[in-house]
C-alpha cells in the first residue's frame, strides 16, 4: 500500500529546466527522509539530493548549484527542480524514502538532456 510515485520527467534542450515530483501514498506515519538518484546508461546509480525530515539538503557536487530539493510536509511529496540541465543529467530519476523505518524506491523517471 505504501509507495512512491514520480513524476516530471521528459526531454528537455541543455540548458533548459525540469521539475520532479515524488509523492509519498498509503498509510505512513513516519518519513526520515526522501532523496533522488539518478543512473545514466553504463553507470552505477548515484545519489543527487536528499533532504532530512527537517528540510536540510544535501547535494552531489554535479548538481550543486544547479538543482534544489524541496519536500512539501503536507503532501508527503519531494520534489526535484532542476535548472541548467546538461547532457550529463541524462538519465533515470529514481526518488527513494525511509518510510515507516522501511526503504521504499520510486519507479523511475526518464530525464534526457538533448538538442
Known amino acids: 500500500q505504501v509507495q512512491l510515485v514520480e513524476s516530471g520527467g521528459g526531454l528537455v534542450q541543455p540548458g533548459g529546466s525540469l521539475t520532479l515530483s515524488c509523492a509519498a501514498s498509503g498509510s505512513i506515519f513516519s518519513i526520515h527522509a526522501m532523496d533522488w538518484y539518478r543512473q545514466a546508461p553504463g553507470k552505477q546509480r548515484e545519489l543527487v539530493a536528499a533532504i532530512t525530515s527537517t528540510g536540510m539538503p544535501n547535494y552531489a557536487d554535479s548538481v550543486k548549484g544547479r538543482f534544489t530539493i524541496s519536500r512539501d510536509n503536507a503532501k508527503n511529496t519531494v520534489y526535484l527542480q532542476m535548472n541548467s540541465l546538461k547532457p550529463e543529467d541524462t538519465a533515470v530519476y529514481y526518488c527513494?524514502?525511509?518510510?515507516?523505518?522501511?526503504?521504499?524506491w520510486g519507479q523511475g523517471t526518464q530525464v534526457t538532456v538533448s538538442s
Open positions: 527513494k524514502a525511509i518510510l515507516n523505518f522501511r526503504e521504499y
